[in-house]
Every structure is written in C-alpha cells, then in structure tokens.
C-alpha cells in the first residue's frame, strides 16, 4: 500500500499570533500546490485559532501539540479534544519527549524542573490517544529512547513498550489510521541526526510491533514518521528510506523558506521512491 508521506511541523513554544499568521502566508505560498505529501502545522494553542482561520481554503492542515482526555470540566489550563475539533484540527501531538516522564514516573534524564511540571505517563499518552481518536482527531503518536537508554541497547525494547503501551484499547481498523513518530530524545533539537538507516530500522521495528497488535493491514497503513534535527538539508535522504513516511520537524519548520525547501525536497525523495 502506498502511504502518503507526512510533514508535520511542531512549532512549540514559538510564534505570537501575527508571527504564526505571517509564517503561515509564507507557507502557503510554497506548498499549496505542491501533491504527493501531506503537510500539517502544530503552533501552540494560543495561535491555533488565528492559524486555523488564515489555512481556510489550504491543504495544509493545523495540528495542536498536546491535549487532555476529557471533553470538558475542571481541568484548569487544559485543552479538550473537542476544543481542538472546534478550532478546525486534525491532527495532535502526544507524547512528545518534552512532555514525557517514563513508565508513570519523572524521566530522571530530564534536567532542571521541567519534569515535574511536565511527566506524561505511557497511560496519559494512551488515554488521550484514545480520547482524541474517539473526538474525530489524528494522534501523532511520539516514542524515543534516551541516550542512556540506545547506549544500554535498550532502543528496540523502549519503543516496544511505548507502542504497546499507548494502543492499548485501540481496535486494529484504528490503530492503521494512526501516525506514530520515531523520535530519538538525544536527536531532538541537538543538530545530531540518527542516521537514515538506523531510524529506518527502529520504524521498521515499530512496524513489526504494530503487526503484531493490530495485524497486516494495520501495519500496513500505519504512518510512521521519523523526528529529529530534521532539515532542509537531509530530508531528501530521510525520506528515501523506505519505512519513514514523513517527518515531524521542530526548529526548521519555523521559517517558511527552510520548512519549504524541507517539505519539498522531501517530496521528491518521495516520489522518487515510489517510482513516480
Ligand atoms: P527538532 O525537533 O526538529 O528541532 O529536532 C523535532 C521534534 O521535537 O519534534
């Protein structure tokens, strides 16, 4: 099955409402026409309305950065799926590293305080994976092994586990329209790829996971993508690895020439790929 390439852009904590509005433009621009991949942007919720309104007409779609597992109630501060649904997402971010603790505790390999403020758990990650499927929303499901961890060779065992942690609950027709994100914590926003070839393997892996839980098809249509010090410069060779269907993309995805050239070039490799 041909799976159609994802490029998300996880803008984070960047971009006030006319910065996000302006990048959007720029955006659109580039990419409107551009066919064979599918393009996402994720700002942070304060910009998500105002870039919902100024992507009105696009193909690039709008995705949050995280979200809570009740439609509502008294959950100070928090963001409901429903809310996302409201404001015209598609997709969102689960369990980005930045958000995560490990295994229903701190990630010790944290530094400073964020890891107490922060401390998503394998079931947080599940819960609103399930919360946001149920609510019509396409989870970017993200899953990665430390340093410490790659260095123990543990790599394999710790994506294993995240996966099977966060499809718990999840029928194999659901867990086939997922996206998953391979995103090696020590590759993120540090300029040091994991190399093409290894990332292929792990997402192989992953792959191979999602077999198992959810069968062929599943495996089959489930979109994984790699995420990572992603750029302009090595898009081309991450997409022509044959398990990567696409990047989620952090500090290039924050200029609209570099997330263009980006996008684009991955585009190519993708239809290289594939024959077309
Ligand atoms: P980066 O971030 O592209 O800046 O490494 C990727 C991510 O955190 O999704």
Redesign the pocket.
Known sequence: MARIPLLAG?W?MHKTVPEAVELVAGLRERLDKLTGVEIAVCPPATALGAVSAALEGSAIALGAQDVFWEKQGAFTGLISPLMLVDIGCRFV?IG???RRGRFGQADPTYTGDMRRVFGDTDDSVNRKALAAVAHGLTPII?AGETIEERGRGETDAVIEIQVRLALRGFTSDQVGRLVF?Y?PVW????GEICEPEEANRVIGRLRQTIREIGGERAADAVRIQY?????EKNAAEVMSQPEIDGA??????LKADQFGELVRAAAQAAAARSGK
């Open positions: 996880n984070k971010v980005h590293s930045e993200c994100a995103e590759a993120i926003g540090t995420g990572g010090s992603v750029s989620l993309v952090g500090g290039a995805s």
